[in-house]
Nanobody, 128 residues
């Protein structure tokens, strides 16, 4: 059974930092992409970042470019999202997702529909 578990969400002041973790169990993450998404109240789920199966390629949506960094440790079946210079508008539930489709060793899909396994999310609140 595949499980995706996010952690690390917290309340942080504007300008602060957080690191989110995503642990996947049930299969080896080697060669499979992982994406981070977020959803604020009343808004649609949106992409944040994704990383290819090999870890050699990462993508950042414009809203977080230059502030967030995605990384992975395949030995731990874990993907991280380092979030710096947090803004009030970054507040949301952050979700991690992956799939077991081939062809994503060097790229990662950007859209929600390309991911098959999702975690329950972790809450990030940015407020003074």
């Amino acid at each position: 059974q595949v499980q995706v578990v996010e952690s690390g969400g917290d309340l942080v002041q504007p300008g602060g930092s957080l690191m989110l973790s995503c642990v996947v169990s049930g299969f080896s993450l080697d060669d499979y992409p992982v994406g981070w998404f977020r959803q604020a109240p009343g808004k649609e789920r949106e992409g944040v970042s994704c990383i290819s199966g090999s870890g050699m390629s990462a993508y950042y949506f414009d809203s977080v470019k230059g502030r967030f960094t995605i990384s992975r440790d395949n030995a731990k079946n874990t993907v991280y999202l380092q979030m710096n210079a947090l803004k009030v508008e970054d507040a949301a539930i952050y979700y991690c997702a992956t799939n077991r489709r081939s062809g994503y060793e060097r790229q990662c899909p950007k859209g929600v529909s390309w991911y098959d396994y999702w975690g329950q999310g972790t809450q990030v609140t940015v407020s003074s």
